[in-house]
């Protein structure tokens, strides 16, 4: 039987109480328990192109896995005391076991294209309770595909800039850098900006009661942060800052 979201939330606030320097739970086969929080990819069908294909292998929707995510849950179970799958799932938006969890991650979504029947499960999935985080899209014109299919999930709901006092930036850590971090094809231009997309923007899309529903970060590829947390070139506070915004996005998910 699906525990609920409610019944999950529940368990997290008051057994898994978070805060920086706590060691973790035990984690692996031997601890013989269950995983608290599953990191979710959405998979969606290219804009131009079917599922499954698209400008990367196997469809932008897979850009940066699975070694970003595999980082990024080391971070997790290392920083917090959540105890974290080691790997990622991918579901699409008419997937029914979509909404057995609350925190959702799509990337590339300058080049995503969601149906109707994709948008209408998705805004159910939202309105129930579930987050989506987008990543790593750039400038204008990703931007402009990115709000057709979002147009579709939300015809009427506004898209809003989030400023320093807004609640996902302060559940764990304290976020008040707007600092862009780059991908690595930035970096190896030797700026931190693709296309047009020269100024960071951290946007969202609210429901009724004012919950934060999804988190836009735009003209930034936290992925690549996560992913290149190893690499030497890869600054070390722009990797560290990455892990703090999306540790602060999966708490509010598990915790809204």
Partial sequence: MRRSWTFQRSVFVLGVLLCAGVAP??????ANVSPEFQFVRLAYSDAG?????GRRRGGSWLTDAPEAEQHLLKGVSRLTRLL???DSIGLRPVDAELFDYPFLYAVEVGHWELSEADAAALRQYLLRGGFLMVDDFHGSREWEVFMESL???????????LDSSADVFHVLYDLDQRVQIPGSAALSRGVTYEQDG???HWRGVFDDQGRLMIAINHNMD???AWELADEPYYPQPLTAL????????ILYA???
């Avoid at 739970?25 to 031997?30: C, I, R, T, W």
């Avoid at 147009?151 to 800039?161: A, L, S, Y």
């Avoid at 990455?242 to 996005?249: G, Q």
């Fill in 222 to 224: 936290l992925g690549d």
């Fill in 84 to 86: 974290a799958a080691p």
């Fill in 242 to 249: 990455a892990y703090r915004f999306a540790i602060n996005y």
């Fill in 198 to 200: 020269y100024t960071p």
């Fill in 25 to 30: 739970l035990p984690a692996g086969p031997s």
């Fill in 151 to 161: 147009r579709r999930v939300f015809p009427d709901r506004p898209v809003i800039e």
């Fill in 254 to 256: 598990m915790s809204h």
């Fill in 49 to 53: 192109g079917g599922f499954g294909f």
